[in-house]
Nanobody, 117 residues
Framework: QVQLVESGGGLVQPGGSLRLSCAAS????????MSWYRQAPGKERELVAA????????NYADSVKGRFTISRDNAKNTVYLQMSSLKPEDTAVYYC??????????WGQGTQVTVSS
């Protein structure tokens, strides 16, 4: 049974920080490219942060560059998203994605992040 379980979301004030976790099981985690997406109500799901498919280089959306950091721990089958200097526009459901290639990938169930005072 393939599972991607996000956790760590919640309510935070503007300027605050959160760390999201995505725990993976049921597949060869180390051979999958991991990424984080987010989706606000009524909007398209957008890429937030990702490892490149072949290595440890990372890509970030311009809107989060310098504020968010993606990391992974293959020994724990877990990918993280460290978020700082959070803004109200960061409010969304955040999803973890594991991709073997363009045709084989999995999504987590999502975790809600709300940035509000």
């Amino acid at each position: 049974q393939v599972q991607l379980v996000e956790s760590g979301g919640g309510l935070v004030q503007p300027g605050g920080s959160l760390r999201l976790s995505c725990a993976a099981s049921g597949f060869a985690f180390s051979r999958y490219a991991m990424s984080w997406y987010r989706q606000a109500p009524g909007k398209e799901r957008e890429l937030v942060a990702a490892f490149t498919s072949g290595g440890s280089r990372t890509n970030y959306a311009d809107s989060v560059k310098g504020r968010f950091t993606i990391s992974r721990d293959n020994a724990k089958n877990t990918v993280y998203l460290q978020m700082s200097s959070l803004k109200p526009e960061d409010t969304a459901v955040y999803y973890c994605k594991a991709a073997r290639d363009s045709y084989m990938y999995y999504w987590g169930q999502g975790t809600q992040v709300t940035v509000s005072s």
